[in-house]
């Protein structure tokens, strides 16, 4: 709750980062569909462009996944994305905690 009532109002980061070793794009987006697709799904396809995806086959799917995620109209919150051993644990009752840096 506590990053959600201090939300940017916009889906994404404002830094590139990591998933797993390799690069993840940083950047702003006002929808998810656009911040999912265009921040996190293109970038991964580029680097499997590699492996032989096409990715001009793909387009007309991208865009109707961005129409679809847009729809969901879900508010941009902060979600830890690093999960790593060293910022994951469970409490006795075995429920799981996140170990987060952030503070308002």
Avoid: M
Wanted: with cysteine.
């Amino acid at each position: 709750k506590v990053s959600a009532n201090h939300s940017t109002n916009f889906f994404g980061w404002e830094t590139n980062g990591y998933i797993g070793e390799g690069p993840q794009q940083g950047g702003w987006r006002k929808n998810w569909g656009e911040c999912f697709v265009n921040l996190r799904l293109i970038p991964q396809l580029k680097i499997a462009s590699k492996w032989g995806i096409n990715l001009d086959k793909l387009n007309k799917l991208l865009v109707s996944l961005t129409n679809f995620l847009n729809q969901h109209e879900p508010k941009p919150t902060l979600v830890h994305g690093d999960l790593w051993n060293g910022n994951v644990a469970s409490l006795q009752d075995e429920r799981g905690v996140l170990i987060s840096s952030y503070s308002s």
